[in-house]
Every structure is written in structure tokens, then in C-alpha cells.
């Protein structure tokens, strides 16, 4: 019996070896692949060029399904990475370090077939009627160039939202957001810089409240995720460094509407509300922010009376507006774009302008603007690319064989007809599906190492909330992220944190 268990044993062992020595080689020949791409293919001049616009959920997910053999492709955004969004707010309270979460979009473009462009710059003007685009380098250091126009056979529209603020004053001016990474890392440093000045000696007990006081506006799930990850953070780690003041720490939630997340289930609603009480953050519905003071919040309550709110800190997420660039190329077709966002048709083509495509946030559609449309819509968009190549190479191949008919005579210009059949039935048979949304569900982390999920399913709807749905969402974003580089810097962070917490250092 002791030598069937001590040879077991051994061929455990042995199994376990062969298992870590394995893993460790397709690792590493997967992260080797990664960091050294081979050769692509140069510029043709011969081939269209498409230029996206953006470098966010529409036009990265479009960048790496995009077969770029038949097009030349140049990226311009103002941002020279990817951002993966779901995961900004536990950037914001230091859960996350920034790196984790961000995609250079060199590394994307270095892996196609055929070399992209990527051009850091913002662009500022549309002209659809040249099918131009022009550009900026608006960042702290530029050449003596900094503005160029470039011509496009086709536009992919992809920059995006910005906050809407309303016009309500202060907010724009006094208010944290949560959109981009600069976003995050300004709430972090003004968050710890409250709680430092509230350590100050001598600081009076309603001063202190004052600085500790944290009103997050916006009860969609941006508001919703950073109330909970800023809760996390008092919890996990300001109870033990700031004793005194962590449980003078408050957190307010103020939203418009009768409830916060109505895209959830009322059952998630009610369980994200609940859970919210027991974190002791305190939900305000029915109540509008009126303006941002330096050291207050304006609030019009349920009874419409107005109360001035002393507060450290606003985060303001209230929900998209357009960009400028966006209303700018809308105004140019006022009969047709006369939406909030750009109407598209149902194959993603920009109403009233020739060959731009446009998609995510910056569009208006029955969708919602999530990251999960923005990315199936820029997967769809390759597609439509690939046939659109296939059909002109036959249009051109059609082109040549009529020419070629002219001065055939005998067998060969049979040949030839037969040729000129064959392609014409091949381009007949190139038929563009509209795009088709395939929701996923709806998923929101809502701290307390709990998360809701709104699932599809058979026909119906699962709702969960709890710490397997954390679990759940962890996992789901975990998948989501578009690079094992992205997917090992998360898991170790989230790992760091667990053993060691969250930095308190303010820079
Ligand atoms: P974006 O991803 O915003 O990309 C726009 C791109 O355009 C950016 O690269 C930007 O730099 C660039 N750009 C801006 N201006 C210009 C210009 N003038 N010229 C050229 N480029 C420009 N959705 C979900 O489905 N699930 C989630 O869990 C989720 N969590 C979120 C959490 C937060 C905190 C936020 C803010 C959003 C979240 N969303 C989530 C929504 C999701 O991020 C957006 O719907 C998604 O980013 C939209 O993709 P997009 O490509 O349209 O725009
Ligand atoms: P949102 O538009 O969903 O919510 C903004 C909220 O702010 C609204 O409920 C509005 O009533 C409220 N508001 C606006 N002005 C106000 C005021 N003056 N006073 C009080 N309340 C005010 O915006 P959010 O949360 O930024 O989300 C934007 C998009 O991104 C949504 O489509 C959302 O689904 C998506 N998203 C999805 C996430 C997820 O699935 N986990 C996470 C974050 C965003």
C-alpha cells in the first residue's frame, strides 16, 4: 500500500512539474510574441486609406479585429493608449495602479499585417465634402508642425462622450470627474489631500466634518462604482491609518431621479440601496444639485426647498454630452442630424455624409452608451471592412476583365466572359448584414466586495448581487481586458492590495 501511495505521489509530482514547466513556457513564448511582432506590409499607396478617430472601446476593439491587408489604416486620438473604463474608479481610490488599465495603442497597431499609423493629436475638423480631417498636437511639447489636414477613403468615427455638466455652476470648474485617467488621479490626490487637512492640528471639529464630507452626484453606475470604491478605501485601509478620523469620513449620493441605476432591476436597485445603507453611504434621490461652491454643494431637495452643504469633495458623474467636434460635424447636415449624438443607419454609416462610420458614445441609437455596444460595434465594422475590400478587389478585377474582353477574340474572349460571369455573381453574393447589438448583460461593482449583475438568459433576466457576482465581475473584466500584459498587471494589483493595501502617498 506505501509504495502505491509513494509512486502516486511521484507521478503527482512529476504531473505538477511537467504542468508548471509547460505553463511557464506558453507563457512566455505568448508574452515573447507580444513583445517582438515580425514584419508587416509598408504603405500602398494603391490601397484606401481609413482613418479612425479615437483610440477608445469603438476604436480599438475596430483596430485589432481589422484584417489591414487590403487598407492602409492611421489612428489619431488625443490619448496615445486605450483605457479600459470599467476599471477607472479603483484607479481613482489607488486599488489599481494606472499602468494596469492601459493599452498603448502602438502595441495593438505594431501587430497588423500591415504597418498603421498612430498619430498622438486631437482632431478638430471634419470636412466630409474634401473627406479630410484635420488635426492638432495639443500637448505640452510640439514640433514646429502641429496642425495638418490628411484625406480619407474612409472615416471611422469613434471619439466618444464628454461630461454634461448642464451649464450648472461650479462644476465644471470645482467638481472631480470620472472619465478619463487624469480624472482618477485627480480624485485621488484631492481625496487624501481632505483627509490630510483635516488631520491638520488644531483643525475645528465642524472644519473637519467639512473636509470629510464626500458627495458623489450622479446615481448611474459611474456614481454608483465610485461610492463604493471610495468606501472600500475607508474600510480596508483609512480605518487603520487615520483612526481618528476615518469614522467621521461620510459619503452622500445625489441623484435627480426617483432611484439610482434605472437600468437595473428593481430587485438590483433595491439590493444596491440596501447594501448602501449598511456602508452607511447616504443616498439622496429626488434632490438636484444646483451648484459647486468651493467648499459646499448647492442642493434642491425632494421638497424643493435649497440647503448649502458643506463638503470636502465633489465627484461629478452626471451622465454624456457631446464633443465639440461632434456638434460641429452635425451642424454641417442640419436636415439629417438633428439627434443628441450622430444618427447613423443600421449599418453604421453617418446619415448625410459619404463614407464616415460612427460609433459608440458619439452616436445616438436605441442603445445604451456602454463600453459592450462601443466594442460589437467596431468588431461589426471590421467585418464590413474585410467584404467592402473582397468586393473592390472584384469591381477591379470586373474592371480589368472588361478591358481585356475589347481586344480578346476566339477561345479567349469566351474565357474571359465566363471570368466576367463568375466575378459578377462573386460581388452579387457580397451582402452586408446590418449590425446586430448582442447584450451581454449589465454588470456594476458597488463595493463591500459585492457586485450586481442583470443577466440574459433563456429568454429572461438572472439578477444577482453579493460577493459571487464579485467574484463574477471580477473574473468577466479579468477576460475582458484586451491584453495578457493588462490581465497580469490587474491581477497583481488586486493581489498587492489584498497583502499590503492601498498607498496613502499623495503626489
Ligand atoms: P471612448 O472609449 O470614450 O473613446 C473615445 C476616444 O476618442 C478616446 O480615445 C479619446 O481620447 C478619443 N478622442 C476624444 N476626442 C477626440 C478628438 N477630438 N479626436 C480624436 N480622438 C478623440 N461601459 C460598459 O459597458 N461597462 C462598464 O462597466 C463601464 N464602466 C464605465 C466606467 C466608467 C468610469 C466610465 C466613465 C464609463 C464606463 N462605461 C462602461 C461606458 C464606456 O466606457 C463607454 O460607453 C465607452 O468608453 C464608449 O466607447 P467609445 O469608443 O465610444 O468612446
Ligand atoms: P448616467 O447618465 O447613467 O447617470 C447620470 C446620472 O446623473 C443620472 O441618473 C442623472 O439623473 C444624474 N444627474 C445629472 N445631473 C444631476 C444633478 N444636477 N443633480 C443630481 N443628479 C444629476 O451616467 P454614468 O453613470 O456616467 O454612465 C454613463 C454611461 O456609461 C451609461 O450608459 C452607463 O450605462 C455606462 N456605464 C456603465 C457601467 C457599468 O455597466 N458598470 C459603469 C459606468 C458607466
Redesign the pocket.
Known amino acids: 500500500n506505501g509504495s502505491r501511495w509513494r509512486s502516486f505521489l511521484q507521478l503527482l509530482g512529476r504531473a505538477t512539474l511537467v504542468s508548471i514547466v509547460a505553463g511557464a513556457g506558453a507563457f512566455y513564448y505568448v508574452t515573447q510574441k507580444e513583445r517582438h511582432p515580425g514584419n508587416q506590409l509598408p504603405y500602398d499607396p494603391e490601397k484606401k486609406t481609413i482613418v479612425i478617430l479615437g483610440s477608445g472601446w469603438g476604436a480599438t476593439s475596430l483596430l485589432k479585429s481589422l484584417d489591414t491587408t487590403e487598407y492602409n489604416v492611421v489612428v489619431i486620438s488625443p490619448k496615445n493608449y486605450f483605457l479600459f473604463?470599467?476599471l477607472l474608479p479603483s484607479v481613482a481610490v489607488g486599488t489599481l495602479s494606472q499602468k494596469s488599465i492601459l493599452q498603448p495603442t502602438r502595441y495593438v497597431a505594431r501587430h497588423k499585417t500591415r504597418a498603421v499609423t498612430v498619430i498622438e493629436a486631437e482632431g478638430k475638423k471634419v470636412d466630409p465634402i474634401h473627406k479630410t480631417v484635420t488635426f492638432e498636437d495639443d500637448s505640452e511639447i510640439q514640433g514646429t508642425v502641429h496642425q495638418t489636414t490628411i484625406p480619407y477613403d474612409y472615416l471611422v468615427y469613434a471619439v466618444g462622450a464628454e461630461?454634461?455638466t448642464?451649464g450648472?455652476p461650479g462644476?465644471q470648474e470645482k467638481a472631480c470627474f470620472?472619465?478619463e485617467l487624469a480624472d482618477a488621479e485627480n480624485m485621488q490626490r484631492r481625496f487624501k489631500d481632505c483627509i490630510e487637512s483635516a488631520a491638520f492640528p488644531g483643525q475645528d471639529s465642524t472644519e473637519i466634518d467639512r473636509l470629510l464630507h464626500i458627495v458623489v452626484?450622479?446615481?448611474?453606475?459611474?456614481?454608483?462604482?465610485v461610492s463604493g470604491e471610495i468606501h472600500d478605501f475607508l474600510e480596508d485601509d483609512l480605518r487603520t491609518w487615520y483612526p481618528e478620523l476615518a469614522g467621521r469620513i461620510r459619503i452622500s449620493l445625489?441623484?435627480?431621479?426617483p432611484s439610482?441605476l434605472?437600468?437595473f432591476s428593481k430587485q438590483l436597485i433595491e439590493y444596491t440601496e440596501s447594501t448602501f445603507k449598511e456602508s452607511k453611504i447616504e443616498i439622496l434621490t429626488k434632490?438636484?444639485?444646483?451648484e459647486v461652491k468651493d467648499k459646499s454643494v448647492v442642493?434642491q431637495m425632494p421638497d424643493k426647498s435649497i440647503q448649502d452643504v458643506p463638503c470636502g469633495m465633489v465627484v461629478w458623474?452626471?451622465?454624456?454630452k457631446n464633443r465639440k467636434i461632434t456638434q460641429d460635424l452635425m451642424a454641417q447636415f442640419p436636415s439629417v442630424q438633428t439627434k443628441r449624438g450622430l444618427t447613423v443607419d443600421d449599418h453604421l454609416r453617418m446619415a448625410g455624409a459619404e463614407g464616415i462610420f460612427a460609433i459608440g458614445?458619439c452616436t445616438s441609437t436605441s442603445y445604451?452608451?456602454?463600453?459592450?455596444v462601443a466594442s460589437q460595434q467596431g468588431a461589426y465594422l471590421a467585418r464590413v471592412f474585410t467584404q467592402l475590400g473582397k468586393k473592390e478587389n472584384l469591381e477591379r478585377q470586373l474592371i480589368s476583365l472588361d478591358q481585356a474582353i475589347t481586344t480578346a477574340s476566339g477561345e479567349d474572349k469566351a474565357k474571359i466572359a465566363e471570368e466576367i460571369e463568375s466575378t459578377q455573381s462573386q460581388i452579387a453574393k457580397i451582402k452586408i448584414r446590418p449590425f446586430h447589438y448582442s447584450h451581454q448583460g449589465?454588470?456594476?461593482?458597488i463595493g463591500s466586495d459585492k457586485a450586481i449583475a442583470d443577466l440574459p438568459f433563456a429568454n429572461g433576466n438572472i439578477a444577482s448581487g453579493g460577493v459571487a457576482t464579485f467574484l463574477f465581475w471580477r473574473s468577466a473584466y479579468l477576460s475582458t481586458l484586451f491584453s495578457l500584459r493588462n490581465r497580469t498587471l490587474v491581477a497583481n494589483d488586486w493581489l498587492i492590495t489584498k497583502i499590503f493595501g492601498r498607498d496613502l502617498s499623495r503626489d
Open positions: 473604463t470599467p461630461v454634461q448642464f450648472i462644476v470620472m472619465k452626484v450622479g446615481g448611474g453606475p459611474t456614481g454608483i462604482e445625489v441623484e435627480a431621479l439610482v434605472p437600468m434632490t438636484m444639485v444646483k442642493l458623474a452626471g451622465g454624456n458614445d445604451a452608451p456602454t463600453a459592450q449589465s454588470l456594476a461593482y
